[in-house]
């Protein structure tokens, strides 16, 4: 398992690692599950509290609140905001974080405050992690530290 893409030290601040091994569609619909909802006639977003679940194909996006907010004609959705105990799955890796933005045409979510990346029993931590769903990618910048584990056996 090719985890990194480049030489990281102990304590970085910068690395670039795959994340996720199917290629994220941001044209898929997107699917918000939550204990309630609050929408904002004048600016057009919506507040989704308590226990959300965002999907969208492989990607799950958990927290305690979304805001939802729409392009100008609202036809379609221009970005989420996630904030609380916030979590991304991009099967078979996954994230926390504090916050998260996800802008759905690029297929990118930018992740910040102590950001956690497990990929099978190796973590990296840092203050922000930029990962584009669409190629797979994302990089951990800020004070980056790398824990990998090596191959099976007690």
């Known amino acids: ?11 970085a601040q910068e690395a670039q690692v795959a994340f996720g091994s199917v290629k994220a569609d941001p044209s ?9 909802l609050n929408v904002n006639q004048e600016d057009g ?7 959300v679940i965002v999907i969208q194909g492989e990607m799950r996006l958990s927290a305690e609140r979304v805001l939802v907010i729409y392009s100008q004609d609202r036809s379609s959705i221009e970005r989420m905001e996630a904030t609380e105990n916030v979590v991304l799955v991009s099967p078979p890796d996954a994230a926390e974080g504090d916050q998260a933005e996800y802008t759905i045409d690029t297929g990118v979510i930018v992740m910040k405050g102590n950001v956690l990346l497990t990929q099978g029993p190796s973590t990296i931590s840092g203050d922000q992690m930029v990962a584009n769903l669409t190629s797979g990618t994302a990089t951990m910048t800020g004070r980056v530290k790398t824990i990998l584990q090596q191959g099976g056996g007690n």
């Open 45 to 51: 977003s919506a507040e989704f509290l308590g226990n």
């Open 1 to 11: 398992m090719a985890l990194l893409t480049g030489p990281v030290s102990a304590n």
């Open 28 to 36: 898929l619909p997107v699917e918000v599950t939550s204990d309630s």
